[in-house]
T-cell receptor, first 115, second 115 residues
Framework: GENVEQHPSTLSVQEGDSAVIKCTYS??????FPWYKQELGKGPQLIID?????GEKKDQRIAVTLNKTAKHFSLHITETQPEDSAVYFC??????????????FGGGTRLMVKP | GAVVSQHPSWVICKSGTSVKIECRSL??????MFWYRQFPKQSLMLMAT?????????EQGVEKDKFLINHASLTLSTLTVTSAHPEDSSFYIC???????????FGQGTRLTVV
């Protein structure tokens, strides 16, 4: 199965600074790379995803970059705001497999944005 | 986006009793739903895959007789924690998607406390 690791496990930044979270994975056949945000007491929500036919995707203040050769992808948040404080999870997987949308999550990164 | 609703959002029960958690896809049909468990400050761990009209597939180490899963319709899956013990106290989260290879939507989670 997929072995997924995230770094760092906690990240504290000042409001307005950038934050970068890295996810490494083991399955070279993975071709779908999402990032989820989980606020306290809630379920995860997809914030951005990328597929292996592109190297970078951006949506306003967040972006995801992919390096398939090295088997890692990263979440970038610019101009961080206090409401970005949450736990972020990556969950790389293969699409077009028999496991449907079963996800293997990374260990999570707790981001704290200080005002 | 699609909505997945869990009920209840929190429950407290006595040791030895059973608790049922519902997961509904409100505006789409989900042939497959997934149940996850999350302990404090940890990642989500897949417990089982719930298939409409057939038996659930459990992950290694998850007792199928303790965590009963029923997927009676394309919009509803239930997880029943039988003979609950304090160590079953956790945050339980379900996810569902329209089809294979599309975004997985998560419920808001159910916090179970067994006293």
């Amino acid at each position: 199965g997929e072995n997924v690791e995230q770094h760092p496990s906690t990240l504290s930044v000042q409001e307005g600074d950038s934050a970068v979270i890295k996810c490494t994975y083991s399955d070279s056949a993975s071709n779908y790379f999402p990032w989820y945000k989980q606020e306290l007491g809630k379920g995860p929500q997809l914030i951005i995803d990328i597929r292996s036919n592109v190297g970078e995707k951006k949506d306003q203040r967040i972006a995801v970059t992919l390096n398939k050769t090295a088997k890692h992808f990263s979440l970038h948040i610019t101009e961080t705001q206090p409401e970005d404080s949450a736990v972020y999870f990556c969950a790389p997987r293969r699409e077009n497999n028999n496991a449907g949308n079963m996800l293997t999550f990374g260990g999570g990164t707790r981001l704290m944005v200080k005002p | 986006g699609a909505v997945v609703s869990q009920h209840p959002s929190w429950v407290i029960c006595k040791s030895g009793t059973s608790v049922k958690i519902e997961c509904r896809s409100l505006d789409f049909q989900a042939t497959t739903m997934f149940w996850y468990r999350q302990f404090p400050k940890q990642s989500l761990m897949l417990m089982a895959t719930s298939n409409e009209g057939s038996k659930a597939t459990y992950e290694q180490g998850v007792e199928k007789d303790k965590f009963l899963i029923n997927h009676a319709s394309l919009t509803l899956s239930t997880l029943t924690v039988t003979s609950a013990h304090p160590e079953d106290s956790s945050f339980y989260i379900c996810s569902a998607s329209h089809r294979v290879n599309t975004e997985a939507f998560f419920g808001q989670g159910t916090r179970l406390t067994v006293v």
